[in-house]
Nanobody
């Protein structure tokens, strides 16, 4: 089964940038959905964006569109490039994989989760 391991979280000042990584292993599929979610204290987990490994297409929620970008390299590592960060972006970020709903971030329902990596944005 798919195993996901996030890294790259940390503290950054408002307006700064940060890139999260998600190492992917164990999958037996050639194409699959992947995505990033986040959860701030006291709030529900929310989707950030989705990536379709079949064609590299992506979709993002409005709050991050234009600031965040998802990509994947040839080692299957998934990245979340974040820029123009604000304190509202502070959260635990989770990598997610497989499942369904690659075409629309709001429809994405993953079946695999990583353990999360913390992002703190200070003002």
């Amino acid at each position: 089964s798919m195993y996901l391991a996030e890294s790259g979280g940390g503290s950054v000042q408002s307006g700064g940038s940060l890139t999260l990584s998600c190492a992917v292993s164990g999958t037996t599929y050639n194409t699959y959905c992947m995505g990033w979610f986040r959860q701030a204290p006291g709030k529900k987990r929310e989707v950030v964006g989705v990536y379709d490994t079949n064609d590299g297409s992506t979709d993002y929620v409005d709050s991050v569109r234009g600031r965040f970008t998802i990509s994947q390299d040839n080692t299957k590592t998934l990245y979340l490039h974040m820029s123009a960060l604000t304190p509202e972006d502070s959260a635990m970020y989770y990598c997610a994989g497989e499942g369904y709903g690659c075409q629309d971030a709001l429809d994405y329902t993953p079946s695999r989760w990583g353990q999360g990596t913390q992002v703190v944005v200070s003002s």
